[in-house]
């Protein structure tokens, strides 16, 4: 069965530190891979994704992540958090049939200003 | 635009009692999904549904558990006979259609309480 694994379940850092959250998934066939974001008391937003093509992807708010299919990874970065950026970011791919995500588990980032 | 929403925003039940969670998707949405965030566990896929095709329910983990969508809209999801393992936040998102490239938005849930 596919699986998602986030390795860090709670990051704490300090403003202006870079940040990198681990992501790896188990499927080896072509995959979808998704960042998500929940904000205290907000919706789950998208805040990337990967289909195809460039590896390297960039979404909302300066993150950015690599997908590496030797792998089997989707590691998300930003060069300089900031403290809005505290929240629970959560990574997924997309199931075989299309018709729903898996998700990790989660990791909670929490900067401090 | 109206985003997804979902009522109630929260749910108090006892254990054994049958409970009823609503999700309107965002309208012209034709696919509509479950899932379940458990206290460290991450999110967990119940049930998928597009048009009118067949839903997906292998998600759902028991058959306590289901869910309808009248008329391609709105959507409930019933749970019986509740227990207290069953004690989470439900969120339901909808996307465009089913395919590679639709976002799923998600709304704000309802966290449900078996005492």
């Known amino acids: 069965a596919q699986s998602v694994s986030q390795h860090n379940h709670h990051v704490i850092l300090s403003e202006a ?8 998934y188990s499927y080896g066939g072509t995959v979808n891979l998704f960042w998500y974001v929940q904000y205290p008391g907000q919706h789950l937003q998208l805040l990337l994704k990967y289909f195809s093509g460039d590896p390297l992807v960039k979404g909302i708010k300066g993150f950015e992540a ?20 505290t929240a629970e970011y ?7 049939a299309g018709t729903a995500l898996i998700f990790g588990k989660g990791t909670t980032l929490s900067v401090s200003s | 635009g109206a985003g997804v929403s979902q009522s109630p925003s929260n749910k108090v039940t006892e254990k054994g009692k ?9 309208s012209g949405h034709t696919a509509l999904y ?23 329910k292998s998600g759902l983990p028991s058959d ?36 590679v490239y639709n976002e799923q938005f998600f709304g704000p849930g309802t966290r449900l309480t078996v005492l």
């Open chain 1, 17 to 24: 530190a870079s940040l990198e959250l681990g992501c790896n």
């Open chain 1, 66 to 85: 690599e997908f590496i299919k030797s792998k089997f990874s989707f590691n998300l970065r930003k060069p300089s958090v900031q403290w809005s950026d």
């Open chain 2, 64 to 99: 306590r558990f289901s869910a309808e969508r009248t008329g391609g809209s709105v959507s409930t999801l019933t749970i019986q006979r509740t227990q207290q393992e069953d004690s989470a936040v439900y969120l339901c998102a909808s996307s465009v259609r089913q395919g």
């Open chain 2, 18 to 26: 049958d409970v009823e969670l609503r999700c309107d998707p965002i």
């Open chain 2, 34 to 56: 479950w899932y379940r965030q458990s206290l460290g566990q991450g999110l967990e896929f119940l049930i998928y549904f597009q048009g009118n095709s067949a839903p997906d």
């Open chain 1, 90 to 96: 959560f990574c997924a791919v997309r199931n075989q």
